[in-house]
């Protein structure tokens, strides 16, 4: 996960050819899905009128997503389909439980979705090849702020390559958006703190601001008191947003997505955290 | 600091090349009050449903929960269609499922299957691996223990694709890890109790130690002599572990607030330190203000199709 201020386009004009949307090249594996992908997928079977919204809601377009499964969007293989899979879950699949949820939908569709919010201005959102990041947040002056999302959040052999870990990366690029928003410094290695340090084992560390159940309203995840009392990292609201997918989803959301969102948080809580553990979630009961 | 400093000098600089800018550089997007238009996703096939969910109710109904070990049917092949179904369930089957599971507890076909599933499987597909290592791990027949163990001990990739000091292949092993060492935390045999105690202790992977001490302390109702036998193995500098927040699913808020106080009180060195600001320069304060004016047109959120439940 980066954070990315993009000023080339702004230096030379040489170089806008080179950055102008592109269709991408589709080097991702578009030859399987995740069993949790298809569970969910089951669920509402490529439901039209969803991912005919979902498109527009989360400003994607045939520029980027042309080749990836744009005219196919009922192909699971494909990467649009994954991309708007996960949102579906985003959208429907948490049960807003005011005692026992993080945050609610409200909070992570804001921080999710396209449109400029309480959390971020406008973002799009396009696939690119690489492998060396799972997502990454780009500031743009002018116009709208880039979330890319990597090949391995769409391969099924990945541990992130499944609906909640994917969806989860929209939160934490998204909050990349919010820390830019409110000019936030959350470190010079992507946004983040440089490691590996403290109790983080990666090079791109997090301080967890711990907080308890019903300290945020649904809605007001955005908020905060500008100290460390009120404040999240990205890191830190991916893994609640994981916590909340796990232990308080909809009665219909599939155990392999619930299952794969408890390991994500549990690895996240404990190697991504300067201050961590942070929380851990999930039943360690193995069903 | 000096970033944002730069970055607004340069958006000044900027601002006379290409005024009036701040217009998105993305191609306009169909309307939604529209049809799909040639820019739009299209269906290759029209949807068969227009109410999910009561495709997702009928798609269970028509795969009805049915034993590990089914009569006529190979093992092997009742296993897959057991994690097959267990993998879409809900979270209100839970307790039927556990007792199906439970009902083969004594079947070594079962376990050998089972066991063979997660092997063959974990490269491939690591959601399914997952589930088979729950059903497995919820199996606790002593077959599935050995593989469990077995499979934590696998040893943990040093190439691959490397992401923030990280190697992707090497996380996804450990993520399954994390979930064989539930199950065999699960088993409280003497023998499993050891082995986790010594995987709490010694095992390369730091995610894999943190979720041992969780399984074996929720084995062990978190008692006296759960956390002091932990003591005496885990790392000191790990030892937060042990008291750390657990939000077990139906955790009221109550209950997991107590925790992370007492969490908080315990440790006062987890204290983050002050938050920062970036040290943003008047003119690009300026620069974002104008940018959102610009994007004031897209603050409008629509409300997704509403899915009815049945």
Redesign the interface.
């Known amino acids: 996960?980066k954070h990315i201020?993009r000023?080339a386009q702004?230096?030379g004009?040489a170089l806008v050819p080179c950055l102008?949307?592109v269709a991408g090249l589709a080097l991702c594996n578009e030859t399987?899905v995740?069993?949790?992908?298809s569970?969910l997928w089951?669920?509402?079977?490529?439901?039209?009128?969803?991912?005919?919204?979902?498109?527009?809601?989360y400003?994607e377009?045939?520029?980027h997503?042309g080749d990836r499964?744009?005219?196919?969007?009922?192909?699971e293989d494909k990467e649009?389909g994954k991309m708007w899979n996960a949102a579906y879950l985003v959208?429907?699949g948490l049960a807003d439980n005011n005692?026992?949820s993080f945050h609610g939908t409200t909070d992570y569709?804001?921080l999710a979705?396209?449109?400029?919010?309480n959390f971020k201005?406008?973002v799009?959102y396009a696939p690119v090849d690489a492998?060396?990041?799972?997502g990454s947040f780009t500031y743009?002056?002018?116009?709208?702020d880039e979330i890319d999302l990597s090949c391995?959040l769409f391969d099924?052999?990945?541990?992130?390559?499944?609906p909640a870990s994917r969806a989860s990366d929209y939160m934490h690029e998204g909050w990349h958006g919010w820390l830019t928003?409110g000019?936030?410094?959350n470190g010079s290695c992507?946004g983040h703190r440089c490691?590996?340090t403290g109790?983080c084992?990666?090079?791109?560390c997090d301080?967890?601001?711990?907080h308890?159940?019903?300290a945020y309203a649904f809605g007001a995840l955005y908020q905060?008191d500008?100290?460390?009392n009120r404040?999240h990292s990205p890191n830190q609201v991916q893994v609640e947003f994981l916590?909340d997918v796990?232990?308080?989803?909809q009665?219909?959301?599939?155990?392999?997505?619930?299952?794969?969102a408890a390991?994500?948080a549990?690895?996240r809580?404990?190697?991504r955290f300067i201050?961590?553990?942070g929380?851990?979630?999930?039943?360690?009961?193995?069903? | 600091?000096l970033?944002?400093k730069v970055?607004g000098l340069?958006?000044v600089?900027?601002l006379v090349?290409?005024a009036p800018?701040?217009?998105?550089?993305?191609?306009p997007?169909?309307s939604?009050s529209v049809p799909?238009s040639a820019?739009?996703?299209?269906?290759?096939?029209?949807?068969?449903?227009?109410d999910?969910?009561l495709?997702?109710r009928a798609?269970l109904a028509a795969r009805p929960l049915r034993s590990l070990a089914t009569a006529g049917v190979p093992v092997a092949q009742s296993v897959q269609a057991f994690v097959?179904r267990?993998?879409?369930?809900?979270?209100?089957e839970?307790e039927q499922?556990?007792t199906l599971?439970a009902q083969s507890a004594k079947n070594p076909e079962v376990a050998t299957a089972l066991s063979a599933g997660v092997f063959a499987s974990r490269?491939?597909?690591?959601?399914?691996t997952?589930?088979a290592?729950?059903?497995?791990?919820?199996l606790r027949h002593p077959i599935g223990t050995a593989a469990l163990t077995k499979f934590i001990a696998l040893p943990l990739p040093e190439t691959g694709?490397?992401?923030?000091?990280?190697i992707?292949?090497r996380?996804?092993l450990?993520?399954?890890q994390?979930?064989a060492v539930?199950?065999l935390?699960?088993a409280r045999t003497a023998t499993s109790d050891a082995a986790v105690l010594r995987i709490a202790g010694l095992n390369p992977s730091?995610?894999v130690r943190?979720?041992a001490i969780?399984?074996y302390l929720?084995?062990h109702q978190n008692s006296a002599a759960a956390q002091k036998a932990l003591l005496a193995v885990v790392k000191p500098n790990e030892r937060?572990?042990i008291d750390?927040?657990?939000?077990?699913?139906?955790?009221?808020?109550?209950v997991?607030?107590a925790q992370?106080?007492r969490?908080?009180t315990l440790h006062p060195?987890?204290?983050?330190?002050?938050?920062?600001?970036?040290?943003?320069s008047a003119i690009a304060?300026a620069?974002?203000k104008q940018?959102?004016a610009?994007?004031?047109a897209?603050?409008?959120?629509?409300a997704?199709?509403v899915?009815r439940q049945p």
């Open positions: 996960m201020v000023f702004i230096l004009l102008l949307p399987s995740s069993t949790a992908d569970d089951n669920t509402h079977g490529c439901w039209q009128a969803f991912y005919l919204w979902q498109y527009q809601q400003n377009g045939s520029d997503w499964g744009w005219n196919d969007a009922c192909n649009f959208t429907y005692s026992q569709r804001q979705e396209g449109p400029d919010s201005d406008s799009y492998t060396n990041i799972y743009h002056w002018p116009g709208e391995l099924a052999s990945d541990s992130h390559g499944n928003e000019n936030w410094n992507g490691g590996p109790n084992t990666i090079t791109d301080y967890f601001y711990f308890g159940i019903g905060t500008g100290t460390a404040f916590c796990s232990d308080q989803p009665s219909w959301v599939p155990q392999s997505v619930r299952t794969a390991a994500d549990d690895f809580s404990v190697t201050n961590g553990p929380y851990h979630c999930g039943d360690p009961r193995p069903w | 600091m970033r944002r970055s340069l958006s600089f900027v090349l290409l800018a701040g217009a998105s550089q993305k191609p997007s169909p939604v799909p820019g739009a996703p299209t269906a290759q096939q029209t949807p068969l449903v227009g999910p969910l495709l997702h798609n097959a267990a993998s879409i369930s809900t979270p209100g839970r499922i556990r599971i490269t491939r597909d690591y959601t399914q997952l589930t290592l729950g059903v497995l791990g919820e694709r490397r992401i923030d000091g990280e992707a292949e996380v996804t450990e993520k399954l994390m979930k539930d199950g935390a699960y730091r995610a943190a979720e969780a399984a929720y084995n937060v572990f750390r927040p657990n939000l077990v699913p139906g955790t009221t808020g109550k997991f607030n992370l106080s969490f908080i060195e987890l204290k983050p330190p002050k938050t920062q600001l970036s040290g943003v304060a620069r974002d940018k959102d610009h994007l004031v897209r603050r409008a959120v629509v997704p199709p899915l």
